[in-house]
Each structure stands twice: as C-alpha cells, then as structure tokens.
C-alpha cells in the first residue's frame, strides 16, 4: 500500500509541475485579443511613430492611398475585395501609388476584430500580409460567428502558405499589439469615426478623406489630385514663357 | 489502485487542456494532431462550460471514489466498485462520443484528448475487472 501511495504522489507531483510549469512559463504568454497600454502615445512623433501601416507599392510613387479599417467590418471585406484589387492594377503595379493598410480595430462592437488585426501582422512577419488579409476578409462571416477564432486564424495561415508553428506562436502571444493599439490610437486623433476610412495624399501634401470609396470616386479623387499638382507648374512654366 | 493512478493522471491532462481553454496557457503542446483545431471547435465547450472542465471534474471524481474503494474497514464493497463501474461506463461513453466528434465532424485529432480516451477505457475495464472479482469472491 505504501508503493501506491508512492506513486500516486509522484503522479501528482509531476501533474502539478507540467501544468505549473505551462501557465507559468514565459513562451506562454496570453493572446492578446484587445488594445493594450502604450507608454508615449499622448506625444503625436512618438505615436506616429509608433502606429505603422503595412504598405504595399512603390515607396517613392507620388500617390498614397491610406485606409483605416475594422476585419469585422463588412464593408472593409468588400472594399479589400473589390476596390482594391483595382486600385493595385491602375495604381500601385503601375508605380504611381502606393498603398498603405492601418488597424482601425472597433472593438467595442467587434469582439474578434482586434486580434484578427494582429493576426495579419503574423502573416506579415513572414511576408504574407496581403494574400492573409484577402483570405480573413474572404471568410470573415465563418470566422466572426466563432466562439473562439483563432483555429480559423491558423488554417488561414496554413492556406497563405505561412509556417504553422511560428504564426501560432505568434498569435498566442502579444505580439503586434502594441503597433496596432498605436494605429487605434492614430485613427482617433485623426478624428477618424468609421471603417472603412480611406485617404489620399500628394508626397507631403496634407491627406484628403474621401467620402465615398468605390472605385470610380477614388479615381476621380486620385486625377483631380494630380491635375491639381501639375497645375502650378503649367502656371510657373507660361510665367517662365512671358 | 491502478484506476486512482490513471484517475489522477486523467485529471492534470483535463486540467491542462482547460487551462489551455481558458487562456491561461499560450500555445499547446502538440506533437501529434491539430489540439488547437479541436480546442477551437465549438464541441470544445458545452453551453458556457468548456468540455475539459467536465473531464476534470469526472476524473477527480473517480479517483474520489477509487480511494474510497481502498480504505480499510469494509469500504471496498461491491457497492463502491458498482459506482466506480458507473461512473467510468459514462466517461467511457462520453469519450467515445468526443473521440467520434474529433474523427468525423471536426476532422482534426488532439493527442490530449486520444490519451484520456485511452485512459477512461482502461479504467472501465480495470473497474469492470474489479467489479468481476468481487462478484467471483463472494460467490466462492
């Protein structure tokens, strides 16, 4: 009798070290699944430097196309999908915009939202943001009724072609969610109030939002602004002819 | 003896997999078989219960009743290994029911959960044996 009682208690003793030692060790760190505290936000430099879009395009092309959107938000899937498949062929694989994606994670009314944003910072650490972005938008009315997505998050990655293993390390982390508690953070001080939000801007140029975001009204937006630009120096070049 | 034993060891596995569910732990270890596919499937939880609570709950119970079954003084009864026979017979039946679920409707294994299957049907049988001999011993 005394042997069992041996073993039983080896059995839980190295029960308790394996789950102890599970909860309490530092790979296991929680998944974070909403904004998290960032120390320097209140200072503007240090908040845009923080909050960085994943951009796709020529970095030096006249054009930026910015957007601010929400992986719940229907009407970002249908952008994604359909606007801007348009705007890459006219636009950014031409060279003459780029294209730059930030977190506008609503969580208050999107519990999954802000953990799908850091699960495309996951696909990009492995160069696979767009092809995962157009997947999760794809399939967000199967993901967005799951009690607990993040299996979904994973088979997409797998589909994308990313290593199993380190996207899951790193969605079950808290990786990224400091950049995109930051683009969060941007899109409020910009005033921004809904998804998706998309911008255009000249070089240095202050951004314009648009109000509407199909694609004919982008590409009128894009035109005029470049008619826009070239304006001045049609002027300074009948000045220079005088 | 041996159903305490694997009693216990069934429920630091439960335990780990609940643990796992509830956030507490970061990605699982899984050698063999998608755990985080199963863990992710909606059989994972029972209405607000996740389903490895129930598994820890039923293992503790059974290894409750198995050294209640090895006390001395008349406790080892016919009637403590009937309700140790009972109580396996439903874990048996309800890991099957989970083991069914990972093959045909999720489609994806979780190793954790293979092992307490085989786990809860080596307690049946051990409680089944149990239950046979003191039937044979009262008989003789």
């Avoid at chain 1, 801007?84 to 609503?106: C, N």
């Avoid at chain 1, 990009?124 to 009315?141: A, H, L």
Wanted: glycine share 8%; net charge negative; with cysteine.
């Amino acid at each position: 009798m005394t042997k069992f009682y041996w073993i039983l208690a080896m059995v839980a003793v190295v029960g308790v070290a394996a789950v102890g030692y599970t909860v309490a060790s530092g790979t296991m760190r929680k998944t974070a699944t909403e904004p998290v505290e960032v120390e320097g936000l209140d200072n503007m430099e240090t908040l845009v430097a923080m909050a960085r879009g994943v951009s796709k395009g020529d970095p030096d092309a006249p054009i930026t196309i910015a957007e601010f959107a929400d992986y719940q938000c229907p009407g970002c899937g249908a952008f994604t999908l359909t606007v801007k498949p348009q705007l890459d062929a006219q636009y950014v694989e031409t060279g003459k915009a780029r294209f730059v994606y930030y977190d506008f994670p609503l969580v208050s009314n999107h519990p999954y939202t802000f953990l799908a944003a850091r699960a495309a910072r996951c696909a990009d650490d492995q160069g696979k943001f767009w092809e995962y972005q157009n997947t999760i938008f794809r399939n967000q009315s199967t993901w967005v009724t799951k009690q607990q997505p993040q299996g979904d998050f994973v088979d997409y990655a797998v589909m994308v072609g990313a290593d199993k293993d380190t996207f899951e390390a790193c969605l079950k982390s808290d990786a990224h969610a400091d950049v995109v508690s930051a683009n969060l953070r941007l899109a409020y001080e910009l005033g921004l109030d809904g998804t998706p939000t998309v911008m255009i801007s000249m070089g240095r140029g202050m951004a314009r939002r648009l109000m509407s975001f199909d694609f004919q009204s982008i590409q009128k937006a894009i035109e005029d602004l470049m008619a826009e630009s070239a304006a001045p120096s049609a002027d300074s070049a009948s000045a220079a002819g005088a | 003896m041996v159903i305490a034993v694997l009693s216990l060891a069934g429920f630091f596995l439960a335990l780990y997999l609940l643990v796992s569910k509830l956030g507490l732990a970061g990605s699982m270890i899984c050698g063999v078989g998608e755990c985080e596919t199963v863990q992710a499937s909606k059989w994972s939880m029972i209405g607000p219960v996740p389903t490895s609570a129930l598994g820890v709950v039923g293992y503790l119970g059974m290894l409750g009743v198995a050294m209640l079954g090895l006390q001395p003084g008349g406790l080892r009864s016919r009637a403590v290994s009937g309700l140790l026979l009972g109580f396996s017979a439903v874990a048996l039946v309800f890991s099957a029911w989970l083991t069914w679920l990972e093959a045909f409707v999720i489609r994806a294994w979780c190793q954790w959960c293979v092992i307490s299957a085989i786990l809860v049907t080596i307690i049946f049988v051990a409680a089944l044996f149990e239950v046979r001999r003191l039937r044979g011993g009262s008989e003789a």
